[in-house]
C-alpha cells in the first residue's frame, strides 16, 4: 500500500472515531436531560401526592387519637358505679336549671361548677351522625383553641347535653382544617337527618329542624327556646374564611324513632372519596403505560430495523395519545369552568316563567285559599341561607310555584317580576315574594312579602333599594290586578315591627334583608294602592303588566312547564358546587392535569 493510500486510510479512520465521538458525547447530554427531567417528575409526584394526602393522613392519625380516647372514656364509664353517674346527672341538671334561668334574667340561680362535671374524665361524650359515617366522635369540656385543636368541644354556656325540655347544647368543631375533618361537612346536612349523643350511658336521638348562618357575635341566636330540647352544631363558615358560624339545629326525638329512619349518605363525594378514588384510577393507568413505554424501549434495542421501526411507532403513537389525553382534559375542565360561569350567571337573576293562564272564568283564583291555608307562616324557622340554598331553591322552583303560588308581582322600573307565594318557607323566600301573614288580602290593609337577600345578585327583590317615590308596583291574585305607587324606600331595624302589622289604608310593604348574613337592617318599601281592576274587567295592557292570559287553565297549575331546564339547572348545581367546596373541585382538577405532565416527563 502507497503513502497515499495509507494517508487516506488514516484520515477517513480518524473522522470515523471524530464522528462515532461526537454521538457518544451527544448520547450523553441526552441520558443527563433525561435524568432530570426524571428526577423532576419524581419529585412532582411526592409533592402532589404529599399535598393530596396530608388531610387524609393527619384526618386518620387524629382519628386514631381520638379513638383511644373514646375507649378510655368507654372504660371509665363501664368503671362508674350507677350511684356516681346519677351524682353527675343531677350535677348536669342544676347546671342546665342555672343555665336557662340566667338566659331568662333571673340570676340568684345557685352557682354550678362546670369543671366538677364528669371532672375525672378527659372525654364529656361522643356524637354519631349517621348520614356522614361520623362514629363516636369525642366532644370535650370548654372551647378553647386547644380543645378544639384535638376535636370537638361543649360551649359552656349552653346546657350540658342530657337531654330534657328547657336545654340547648352547642357542639362546637372547626371546618377547614388541613389535617382534620372533624365538622367541616356538616353543611352537607340536610332537614330531617338524625345525630346522636352518647352521654353518660345513655343515647339521645336529635333530628335536624333548621340550618342558619350568624355573625360570631350573635350569641342569642343559641339560646334555649322555652320548652325546647335542643342540641346545635356549631362550625365555622365559610371554611378557611371563618366570617359566620353555621349552626345545625336538632330537636330531639324518640330514640326508637330515630332508629327506624333511613340514612342517606351525604358525603359520599368527600375530599378523601375524590382523592383516593382519582388515586385508584391514575396510578395503575401510569404503571401500565410507563411498562409499555419500557417494553417498546426494550424492542426497539435490535439491530432489525423492521422491528426497530414496528416499536418507534408505537412509541411515537403513546407519547401522541398521552398528549391528546392532555389536550383533552385540558378542554373539558376549559368548557367545565365555562359552564359553571354560565351557571352562575342563571343565578343572578330570577327564573322567567312566561305568561299565567288564570282560566277563562279565574279558575285559577279557587285554589289560593287552600294554598293560603297549608302555608308554613313560622318566622321561627326563617334562617340564613347560602348559594347552595338558592341553586336548590331553582332546581324546585317549578314544583314550588305550583305548590304555593298565589299571584305576581312585577316591578318595570327594576325589572322584577316574581311569583307571589303563600308562606314565609325558606323554599318560598328562595323562590319569589313570600306573603307574610294568613290572613292577609292584596288590596286590603296591609299586604306583606318578604324575600331573602342575595348579595351580588338582581334576584329575587334585591333591587327594590333602586325604586324611587311614585314607582309603578303591580301584583295580581289571579282575580284582580291592583297598582301601587311606592310612597317609602328605606332601611330599617330588624326590631321595627310596626311596619309589618294591619294598617287602616291599603298597602303593599315588600322587606327584605339589607346586607349580609347576620345583618340586623331590613330594606323597606311600601306602596300606596292606587288602581283596583279585575281581570274580567282588565284591558289587554293591563293583562300583559302582570303577564296573565285568558285561556282554558282550570286544573290550578300555575305554570306548566318547567322555566329552569336540565342545562340551567346543571350549569347551576355545578356553578354551586365550585362556590361552596372549592378544594373538593380543585382537587380533582389538580390530580387530572398533573397526570399527563408527569407521564409526559418520564417519556421524554
Not at 60 to 72: F, G, K
Not at 275 to 282: E, F, H, I, K, T
Not at 320 to 330: C, D, G, T
Request: include cysteine; charged fraction near 25%; proline fraction near 3%.
Amino acid at each position: 500500500m502507497n503513502k497515499k493510500s495509507k494517508s487516506t486510510s488514516k484520515n477517513k479512520s480518524k473522522k470515523k472515531s471524530r464522528k462515532h465521538g461526537h454521538r457518544k458525547k451527544s448520547s450523553s447530554k441526552k441520558n443527563n436531560g433525561f435524568s432530570f427531567l426524571k428526577v423532576g417528575a419524581v419529585v412532582m409526584i411526592l409533592l402532589g401526592l404529599g399535598a393530596l394526602l396530608y388531610p387524609i393522613v393527619g384526618n386518620y392519625l387524629a382519628n386514631r387519637d381520638r379513638s383511644e380516647a373514646v375507649d378510655q372514656y368507654n372504660k371509665e364509664m363501664k368503671d362508674t358505679v350507677q350511684k356516681d353517674i346519677d351524682k353527675n346527672i343531677e350535677l348536669a341538671k342544676e347546671y342546665n336549671k342555672e343555665i336557662y334561668a340566667n338566659q331568662q334574667g333571673n340570676r340568684n340561680t345557685k352557682k354550678i361548677d362546670y369543671n366538677g362535671f364528669l371532672e375525672n374524665q378527659n372525654v364529656m361524650g361522643t356524637i354519631e351522625v349517621p348520614a356522614l359515617n361520623i362514629k363516636s366522635l369525642p366532644f370535650y369540656h370548654g372551647t378553647s383553641y386547644k380543645t378544639l385543636d384535638k376535636g370537638l368541644g361543649h360551649f359552656e354556656q349552653s346546657s350540658i347535653p342530657i337531654g330534657g325540655i328547657n336545654t340547648r347544647s352547642v357542639i362546637t368543631g372547626h371546618s377547614g382544617m388541613k389535617n382534620q375533618v372533624l365538622f367541616s361537612e356538616i353543611r352537607n346536612l340536610k332537614e330531617g337527618d338524625i345525630f346522636f349523643i352518647n352521654i353518660l350511658g345513655e343515647k339521645l336521638a336529635y333530628e335536624i329542624k333548621s340550618f342558619e348562618e350568624v355573625l360570631p357575635s350573635d350569641i342569642e341566636s343559641v339560646a334555649v327556646i322555652p320548652g325546647e330540647d335542643i342540641v346545635t352544631l356549631l362550625t365555622c363558615t365559610p371554611p378557611g374564611i371563618n366570617t359566620y358560624r353555621l349552626l345545625v339545629n336538632g330537636h330531639r326525638i324518640s330514640y326508637k324513632e330515630a332508629a327506624k329512619k333511613d340514612i342517606v349518605r351525604r358525603n359520599l363525594l368527600s375530599y378523601q372519596v375524590i382523592v383516593l378514588v382519582l388515586l385508584a384510577v391514575c396510578i395503575p393507568l401510569f404503571v401500565v403505560l410507563w411498562l409499555l413505554y419500557r417494553y417498546y424501549k426494550e424492542k426497539m434495542m435490535t439491530k432489525n430495523k423492521k422491528i426497530f421501526k414496528k416499536y418507534r411507532r408505537k412509541l411515537v403513537t403513546l407519547v401522541k395519545v398521552i398528549k391528546m389525553f392532555f389536550i383533552a382534559l385540558l378542554i373539558i375542565m376549559i368548557g367545565v369552568l365555562c359552564y359553571a360561569v354560565y351557571g352562575f350567571t342563571q343565578m343572578q337573576q330570577s327564573a322567567e316563567f312566561g305568561k299565567i293562564d288564570v282560566g277563562a272564568q279565574e279558575e285559577l283564583y279557587a285554589y289560593n285559599a287552600d294554598k293560603i291555608l297549608k302555608g308554613n307562616y313560622d318566622e321561627q324557622k326563617i334562617r340564613s341561607v347560602n348559594v347552595s340554598d338558592y341553586a336548590e331553591a331553582l332546581g324546585d322552583f317549578h314544583k314550588s310555584v305550583n305548590d304555593w303560588g298565589i299571584g305576581r308581582l312585577v316591578i318595570p322600573s327594576v325589572s322584577i317580576d316574581v311569583p307571589i307565594l303563600s308562606g314565609i318557607s325558606n323554599t318560598n323566600l328562595l323562590s319569589g315574594a313570600a306573603s307574610y301573614r294568613k290572613n292577609q288580602e292584596l288590596g286590603k290593609d296591609n299586604y306583606v312579602l318578604m324575600s331573602h337577600n342575595l348579595v351580588g345578585s338582581s334576584a329575587l327583590l334585591t333591587d327594590i333599594d333602586k325604586l324611587k317615590k311614585g314607582d309603578k308596583m303591580y301584583a295580581t291574585d289571579f282575580k284582580n290586578i291592583y297598582t301601587f305607587d311606592v310612597t317609602v324606600n328605606k332601611v330599617i331595624d330588624e326590631t321595627e315591627v310596626d311596619v309589618i302589622k294591619k294598617v287602616p289604608t291599603e298597602q303593599l310593604t315588600l322587606i327584605r334583608c339589607e346586607g349580609d348574613i347576620g345583618t340586623k337592617y331590613r330594606r323597606l318599601v311600601q306602596g300606596k294602592l292606587s288602581n283596583q281592576t279585575s281581570i274580567e274587567d282588565s284591558t289587554d295592557k293591563q293583562l300583559e303588566q302582570v303577564q296573565l292570559v285568558k285561556d282554558d287553565n282550570s286544573d290550578g297549575t300555575v305554570i306548566p312547564k318547567n322555566p329552569i331546564t336540565y342545562k340551567s339547572q346543571f350549569g347551576i348545581n355545578l356553578a354551586s358546587s365550585i362556590l361552596s367546596n372549592p378544594v373538593q373541585t380543585a382537587a380533582p382538577l389538580f390530580l387530572l392535569l398533573l397526570f399527563p405532565i408527569i407521564v409526559l416527563g418520564f417519556l421524554r
